[in-house]
């Protein structure tokens, strides 16, 4: 197994959020403990270990890392926040910066509706959120890599609901036409004068969103992703979940 690079508090978290899930539940015997299959599924999550590798990390078989991985993904994913509870922290930020991403599943040349044109690869197209500062405030259900930004933007609600509140959002070309509370460049290829300035300005500003993107693909699963596509959106909520636990 590889090693995790995850503070104590993390798996603290997590230890606590199944120890209170058992005591609820009735659950008796397990075959790990709570502080165990924490490291189980933060091995899975953080360092994309393989089911067969982590039974034999643990000593466990195949068919029990399943159902315990399962039952702590859902726990952690019911705690993200939804876009609602999200605007309820992006109303205390000055602006927010809205960026979309693919990320690659195993699907073969058949298939597609999750084929991204734009990164040559298939995938699951994810929508984030990030303050000033980049970090991670919400991420979207995970739809089809063949859906548009934009139109996984508005599929989310997204734009709908930063007018509604009349928040500040950057981002990039690919929102052109999303509503008067994004901001995108200007378009074109030899802009000068104050659009130049401009669009230079708003690179400065947007780049900052790319942090939020780095820090979920810092957990390795989601680099490559070899589950059932129904399964993906509970996976990215719980390491957003434990993200802004952390």
């Not at 068919?63 to 605007?87: K, N």
Request: aromatic share 6%.
């Amino acid at each position: 197994m590889s090693a995790i690079d995850l503070s104590s508090r993390t798996l603290q978290h997590l230890s606590g959020l199944l120890a209170g899930h058992r005591r609820r539940i009735g659950s008796r015997w397990r075959r790990l403990t709570c502080g165990r299959q924490s490291l189980l599924v933060l091995a899975h999550l953080r360092c994309g270990d393989t089911y067969a590798c982590l039974a034999g990390g643990f000593r466990i078989g195949i068919a029990t890392v399943y159902p315990y991985i399962r039952e702590a993904v859902d726990l952690l994913a019911a705690l993200a926040p939804t876009l609602e509870q999200a605007m309820a922290t992006v109303r205390k930020k000055a602006y927010v910066i809205l960026d979309g991403t693919v990320l690659p599943i195993d699907r073969i040349a058949a298939d597609r509706p999750y084929y991204s044109g734009k990164e040559k690869h298939h995938g699951m197209n994810m929508q984030v959120l990030a303050d000033p500062a980049g970090r991670l405030i919400w991420a979207s259900d995970a739809l089809p890599g063949a859906t548009h930004d934009l139109t996984a933007a508005r599929a989310h609600g997204i734009p709908a609901a930063l007018a509604a509140d009349n928040i500040k959002c950057w981002s990039d070309e690919a929102y052109q036409g999303a509503g008067p509370a994004i901001r995108v460049p200007i378009r074109g290829k030899h802009l000068r004068g104050w659009r130049r300035r401009h669009n230079r300005d708003h690179t400065k500003i947007r780049s900052l969103g790319e942090r939020a993107m780095a820090t979920l693909k810092c957990w390795r699963l989601l680099r490559k992703l070899r589950c059932s596509t129904a399964r993906i959106t509970a996976v990215v909520r719980a390491v957003v979940a434990l993200e802004l636990a952390s």
